[in-house]
């Protein structure tokens, strides 16, 4: 089990979540956060780039936002819970569950010296994660060489652990009527990077319910747009 919090780079010709080096032969990325800072031109023109519908969707828009032109010709989607056979590999993209268009990646095949891979990318494993009919099976029915896991977190002490999203949105919301009723009026909150739609969603509606003004900056179009596209898809 390796960490990836810098992507990874299989032997020599596959990189996921980190393009710096050029020799690399196919690129793949989990999620749309990982190209926040964006890449230079060098960097695009290197070669394709693979991704999900929803994270090719996303890209652009997160590209245009620092003023840069769009590479169409280097992104490529691949559906998600199918095998895709490339050149001495094959590739499965399952849903991640969490920030939108976010991927886990299995790779398998003759090329690949680590054996069966399971990048992890930034996943959620929730109870809904367990419960998916889709991916579990999937999973349960491999046997991995070599496990790449996020480890952002690995700092944080044992004894401390993540509240659930309920709490969360509890103790936001909490905290905000604290901020109203000391005279904060308005409230803004800045969201750096993907992943908060629905608890920015949630906390909104409870806030509603107690009429306070509330103003979210930062990804509020990546809300409308995620609207926009389960509409059409529906």
Known sequence: MYPQAQGALIDEFIAVDNFTNGSAQYRFLTHANVLLD?????EWRTGTIYCSPLTAQLLPVVIRSQGRPVPWRFLKSLQLNVW???NGFSVMLLDANHIPGSVILILEGARISEGRVL????CRLDTRFYENRRIMPILQRKQFGTVYMHNKSSSIPEHLEYPGRNESLTRAVTLLRELAT???NPIVIL????????????????LQVLNMPLNLFGFVYFIFLLCRMNSRNN
């Open 38 to 42: 964006g890449l230079s031109d060098r």
């Open 182 to 184: 000391g005279g904060a």
């Open 191 to 206: 969201v750096p990077e993907l992943g908060f739609e629905k608890f920015l969603a949630d906390v909104a509606k409870q």
């Open 119 to 122: 990048f992890a990318g930034n």
């Open 84 to 86: 895709h056979h490339m």
